[in-house]
Structure formats: structure tokens, C-alpha cells
């Protein structure tokens, strides 16, 4: 069973920077899609940053230049990395896993950041 463990959030000001970790357990992580994704109060879930197995990122035209995505698959962990943070940044951001040999998705249970003006 597949489970994903995020941590890192917090209360942040306009400006400045967090990093996201979200452990794998229970998956061939390695070569899995991993994700992260977002959840702004009354606003629906949109993909934030995204990278392959093979080690291929995409972003969200939003955070392109600010954050960055990486694994360490030695401790199977994905990271999201965010400089420059705003306001509208604010939201709770989840970890995903797409499985390489069936195709499912896992997420993890979402950590909250914030970030004041």
C-alpha cells in the first residue's frame, strides 16, 4: 500500500521560502510520477510542479523561475522548493503519485502554507 508522507509548511512572509518533502513508502518510487499540487480556499486543485521518473519537471506558468521540483530516490522523496513566495501562493499543497506500471494515483494527506503580506 502506498503511502506519502508531507511535511514542511508553515506560516511564511511575502518574500521568502519553504521547502516541501514528501516521503514514499510502498511503491516502486523510483520510477513513478511524483507531483505536487494545490488547493486554494474555494478554488479547485491545480497541478503546481510535476517530475518523471526519468527526472523530466514541468511547472505551472504561476511558479515557473520560483519554485523547483527534485526526488532523491535513495530516500524516496519528492521535494518542492519555493523562493520568492506570495500571497496568492497560500494553499494546501498536496503530494502525488503516479504509479509507471498501472497508472494510480496516490496522494498524501496535504501540509498547509501560508504566506502574509
Known amino acids: 500500500q502506498v503511502q506519502l508522507v508531507e511535511s514542511g509548511g508553515g506560516l511564511v512572509q511575502a518574500g521568502g521560502s519553504l521547502r516541501l518533502s514528501c516521503e514514499s513508502s510502498?511503491?516502486?518510487?523510483?520510477?513513478?510520477?511524483m507531483g505536487w499540487h494545490r488547493q486554494a480556499p474555494g478554488k479547485q486543485r491545480e497541478l503546481v510542479a510535476s517530475i518523471t521518473g526519468g527526472g523530466r519537471t514541468t511547472y505551472a506558468d504561476s511558479v515557473r523561475g520560483r519554485f523547483t521540483i527534485s526526488r532523491d530516490n535513495a530516500k524516496n522523496t519528492v521535494y518542492l522548493l519555493m523562493n520568492s513566495l506570495k500571497p496568492e501562493d497560500t494553499a494546501v499543497y498536496y503530494c502525488k503519485e503516479s504509479s509507471y506500471i498501472n497508472g494510480q494515483e496516490h496522494w498524501g494527506q496535504g501540509t498547509q502554507v501560508t504566506v502574509s503580506s
Open positions: 510502498g511503491s516502486i518510487f523510483r520510477i513513478d510520477t
